[in-house]
């Protein structure tokens, strides 16, 4: 996979892959009338640096990265991931994230925090883990899941 | 105090006393160079419920009650509360917050959660806590102080 700073014809490929993962409700707390024109604002909004991930010359994932405070808190960095369901299990995500946290080092953030993962997505669990990150904190049933009904969800961190 | 849902010409008073708290820099993570028009969209947004606190025909105080997350987290509470430097001490604080979680009942959110309570502001971890809010997280350094540096934030939590 080739990862590159997304540019603008990008973005109804990104949009395709997250609409489908906003659209099953397990990962991402949006709202379920969300528009397309909303998701490009939540993923490539001012402030987002946006990554693809190129495979084949395909699309496959895309992350974005953002400061998760402003003012005293913009030296921490907050991110968010989707890789196109088709594409799962060829560790697209994992290659992803690291290329996210040299990029949050590179850009000078001193720390990254995902404020919302959601306990069920063990994978995702994992994988932060896995790459560093530690369970600070968890939001006892802060998450209404499709099929598990109201579940945790961890708030994760990690020093850059 | 009497307490009643903000109108818009409540908006300059309301901003009045937030660009004060706000330029203090010690209990919000907003940008520096925040501007009125931001301010108003941060406190009186799309989805906020604003009250004021009158005290003697005069707003002493706010608060913002919203959902914390979109979607399948929109059944937690978050709320912001200010109070004019003026009339701090008089438990107006206080007695806004109650007001807001009683709000929030009635509203029909299960929970409410603070996420980035500054740990230098221990008059706000301690009125949380008295009123049953508890820390569920806390992030390591993710506040720069205008006096203190870096300092922790607690993520604060509590059931309806």
Known sequence: MIIRPAVSKDNEFILDIFMEVAAAGETFALPRD???EEALEFWCGAGNT???GEEGGQ???SYF???NQAGPGNHVANAGYIVASLERGKHFGRTLAEHSI???RRLGFRAMQFNFVIS???SAVRLWTQLGFRIVGTLPG????PAQGYVDAHVMFMEL
Chains 1, 2 share one sequence.
């Open 102 to 104: 040299a990029e949050a």
């Open 34 to 36: 969300l528009s397309r």
């Open 120 to 122: 069920t997505n063990r």
């Open 50 to 52: 946006v990554f693809v």
């Open 65 to 67: 990265l953002k400061p």
């Open 59 to 61: 699309i496959v994932g």
């Open 142 to 145: 802060v998450f209404q899941h």
